[in-house]
């Protein structure tokens, strides 16, 4: 399968603080991407689906001022969680497809983000 | 896009075959469904996805009812690295607008030695 790539994969910052994180794909052209979220012994939860050239759509809930999303090519997407408090420590997951006939999601490895 | 209903966990031993079933009674006629996996802290892995016909690849079959009110994820020779979360996941072709994986509580195989 097509590989997605995630940097960092593990990141820890003060509360107060913006991180960013890149999703990259690495061998085709990724015209969408998702970003999820997950906490301890729960599911993912889809936040944004990012189309390239155009803004995020967010999902209910999800503060679009506080996780910020770009999608500015067609192999990367970043997501940066803007002003972090503990509460935003999670493992963040994106995935890739694209517009081929091969539309299968192909996720990353994930970035666990720690906020103290 | 249709939920699923899957059972929390399930065990089965190494070497057998494991199966894992899904419901989906609300599916409409053209969603897919879906199946991946979650080894603990990485990222989700494909593993198959079908319309209507049962299917089959190198990692598992699928197999739908007639009426696509359920499904089964059929593992054929389970090894300990098949350990994980299984999602069952219905939706929508995937387009610009459409096709978002939406996430259940998913199934936890336990392998057993």
């Known amino acids: 399968g097509a590989v997605v790539s995630q940097h960092p994969s593990r990141v820890i910052c003060k509360s107060g603080t913006s991180v960013k994180i890149e999703c990259r794909s690495l061998?085709?052209?990724?015209?969408?991407m998702f970003w999820y979220r997950q906490f301890p012994k729960q599911s993912l939860m889809l936040m944004a689906t990012?189309?390239?050239?155009?803004?995020?759509?967010?999902e209910q809930g999800v503060e679009k001022d506080k996780f910020l999303i770009n999608h500015a090519s067609l192999t990367l997407s970043t997501l940066t969680v803007t002003s972090a408090h503990p509460e935003d420590s999670s493992f963040y997951i994106c995935?890739?497809?694209?517009?081929?006939?091969?539309?299968?999601?192909?996720f990353g490895p994930g970035t666990r983000l720690t906020v103290t | 896009d249709a939920k699923t209903t899957q059972p929390p966990s399930m065990d089965c031993a190494e070497g057998r075959a494991a199966n894992l079933p899904c419901n989906h009674s609300?599916?409409?006629?053209?969603?897919?469904v879906y199946w991946y996996r979650q080894i603990h802290s990485q990222g989700p892995q494909y593993i198959i996805h079908?319309?209507?016909n049962n299917e089959t690849n190198e990692m598992a079959s699928l197999i739908i009812t007639e009426d696509r009110k359920s499904s089964t994820l059929i593992l054929p020779h389970a090894t300990l690295r098949d350990t994980a979360v299984y999602y069952c996941?219905?939706?929508?072709?995937?387009?610009?607008?459409?096709?978002?994986?939406?996430f259940g509580q998913g199934t936890t195989l336990q392998v057993k030695p």
């Open positions: 995935s890739a497809t694209s517009s081929g006939t091969a539309r299968e999601q192909y």
């Open positions: 061998d085709f052209q990724a015209t969408t």
């Open positions: 990012s189309n390239e050239g155009s803004k995020a759509t967010y």
């Open positions: 609300t599916i409409s006629g053209n969603e897919y």
């Open positions: 079908g319309l209507k």
């Open positions: 996941i219905v939706r929508l072709p995937l387009n610009r607008n459409t096709g978002k994986l939406i």
